[in-house]
């Protein structure tokens, strides 16, 4: 015949069990993460605009008012955009110019991109800062200049 073995487990033991069994399987995920070899992005010059280091400014006029705009690139990457000799009647007549410049210059920043949301209740100053500071990294773009030229011979007929 057979007989019926009883096993007797303590919830105890079962707990701690399952918590250490989870918490290896998680140590061995995290090695697995932090020790496989990265693969590096592949960066493609025709999209990733490159930018020369340095300070650019553009200047326009708003409602008469001429402005200018500095935008300081360092490292390929644009660090901070600021708007120059800020004239105390322009801070009166247009309290909003500095905080929309203010919110322009974290986004622009933050993403290193002008494709960033206007905001809608300053839509007008925005359209021409974002002008501005498209001008200001127009001068600061690098253009990828090929590595090797290929002449061919020209021959002049003389008659």
Do not use: C, W
């Not at 020790?35 to 999209?47: R, T």
């Not at 839509?123 to 590595?147: F, G, N």
């Amino acid at each position: 015949m057979s007989s019926t073995k009883i096993i007797v487990l303590q919830l105890k033991e079962l707990i701690y069990t399952v918590v250490f069994a989870i918490l290896g399987i998680v140590l061995i995920l995290l090695l697995l993460y932090m020790f496989s070899p990265k693969k590096e992005k592949e960066v493609n010059p025709a999209f990733s605009p490159l930018y020369q280091s340095g300070i650019y400014n553009s200047s326009f006029v708003l409602d008469n008012i001429p402005m200018e705009i500095e935008v300081r690139i360092e490292n390929e990457e644009i660090t901070s955009i600021r708007l120059v000799d800020l004239s105390s009647n322009l801070e009166v007549m247009y309290p909003f110019v500095v905080p929309t410049m203010q919110q322009i210059e974290d986004a622009i920043v933050l993403h290193q991109s002008l494709d960033i949301p206007i905001p809608d209740e300053y839509a007008y100053t925005s359209q021409y800062l974002m002008e501005a500071i498209e001008k200001a990294l127009a001068k600061a773009q690098t253009h990828i200049q090929p590595t090797s030229t290929i002449l061919f011979p020209v021959e002049e007929v003389v008659e």
